[in-house]
């Protein structure tokens, strides 16, 4: 009798071929439980690490927190790795070593070692970006790794990790639909990042009971802004405070100082490990920079301002932030939203700084339709002052067309609108 020949196997050879091939491999684009993809990543040795892990959750925030730490860390001369989502304009993005983008050819070695021993498992797009990240740290020489949870917590993929520090920059309403519908139970679902007797860093004044729970559970010290650490801005500095010291005049970075003050304390959280100086934390501060969180770009004299609120609690921000800019010309907000959020809350608290809407269809799974973002607007603004497009781009060329110079344009609602945009600007 013949032995039966094993049937070679066959993999993708670009990324484009793997991206395409590792979003077809589960029926869902979420699969929230961490049981599969830890169960690969223990095949290929991924579940300890020698260095530090810092892990961040959170509504808002999380990337303004890893970016920073990012900076403070390599002005100290560290090799720092970060795993973040979702990208603006490249997959590669995600996925920093000393905040160079690994390379095409590493992306695809890491999904090609993951495909092999995965058998019969099947993983999501994020679970099997999230395991190429780890595979890639593995085999680098690090100091330090920074992930960034993609949605929740508990559940979340990078979460199988085990963090030496975990991070909660904000609680708020935000895929209530996964997460639950009301702020305790978004916070347990974050909670779930915290690991017994580890450090737990809260980034928001209003600490939920369910966080406060779980670090009693757990035995993990928990830092609260607003009590273990605080800042205050002064003109064209500011100062922050903790239990342990003072740093005063420090430069002021770009991005919101609530999000830097939780960066310093899970920063002075890791002294165990590092010798981190005031200079390097002031190198940090004035280097670090996220495209696409309040990115102003002067084209002919137009102002574009790009920023990817996506939710009640970004667009808050983003109406304050922008109320502080000063006003000349005409306001053309240009938005794209995916169908899950909560559009009339994101959109209405921009509505008195707004001239004209330019609704934009958002071609992308989730993504909603202009007219359903119109529906929810024409609640709370003139339906002449509402326009529809077919995408984010067709919105933002018209957009130009009309505007003058001195007006601005808002591009907002969806890292997949900022994205459009920024491509064409």
């Not at 959020?341 to 004209?356: F, G, M, R, Y």
Request: aromatic residues 8%; proline residues 4%.
């Amino acid at each position: 009798m013949l032995e039966q020949k094993k049937t070679r196997q066959v993999f993708p050879k670009s990324k484009e071929e793997w991206l395409s091939y590792v979003g077809s491999c589960h029926p869902l684009s979420i699969d929230l439980g961490i049981e599969r993809v830890k169960c690969v990543a223990a095949r290929l040795d991924l579940l300890r690490f020698s260095c530090p892990v810092i892990m961040v959750a959170g509504t808002n925030g999380k990337g303004s927190c890893v970016e920073l730490m990012k900076a403070i860390l390599m002005a100290a001369g560290l090799r720092v790795a970060t795993y973040m989502s979702p990208h603006l304009l490249h997959y590669n993005e995600r996925i920093r070593i000393d905040n160079e983008t690994v390379s095409d050819t590493e992306l695809c070695d890491a999904f090609e070692s993951i495909e092999r021993v995965r058998d019969d498992i099947t993983l999501t797009f994020f679970e099997f970006g999230t395991l190429a990240a780890l595979w890639l740290f593995k085999r680098s020489q690090l100091d330090a790794i920074i992930l960034e949870v993609g949605l929740g917590g508990r559940l979340d993929a990078v979460n199988c990790i085990d963090a030496d520090v975990a991070v909660i920059s904000t609680v708020d309403l935000d895929h209530m639909d996964w997460l639950g519908h009301t702020r305790e139970c978004i916070a347990r679902e974050k909670a779930g990042i915290m690991r017994t007797n580890k450090p737990c860093v809260f980034g928001d004044c209003s600490l939920p009971q369910s966080i406060d729970e779980q670090a009693a559970l757990l035995g993990s010290p928990l830092y609260i802004q607003g009590q273990a650490f605080t800042y205050r801005k002064d003109h064209c500095v500011w100062s922050w405070q903790s239990q342990q010291q003072t740093l005063s005049n420090l430069p002021l970075p770009r991005i919101k100082l609530q999000n830097a003050a939780t960066a310093l304390q899970a920063i002075e959280l890791l002294s165990g490990h590092f010798c981190i100086s005031r200079t390097a934390i002031e190198e940090g501060l004035r280097q670090v920079y996220l495209p696409g969180r309040f990115q102003v770009i002067e084209r002919n004299g137009i102002r574009v301002i790009l920023d990817v609120a996506h939710n009640p609690a970004g667009g808050r921000y983003l109406a304050r932030r922008f109320a502080t800019e000063p006003k000349i010309g005409r306001v053309y907000a240009i938005v794209g939203m995916l169908a899950d959020k909560d559009i009339k809350n994101t959109v209405a608290p921009l509505t008195d700084l707004i001239d004209d809407w330019y609704l934009a269809d958002l071609c992308c799974p989730r993504g909603a339709a202009a007219s359903q973002l119109r529906q929810y607007l024409l609640e709370i603004v003139p339906e002449s002052c509402v326009t529809t497009f077919s995408s984010p781009i067709i919105a933002y060329q018209q957009a130009c067309h009309t505007a003058k110079k001195g007006d601005s344009l808002l591009v907002f609602g969806s890292f997949h609108t900022v994205a459009e945009v920024l491509n064409a600007v």
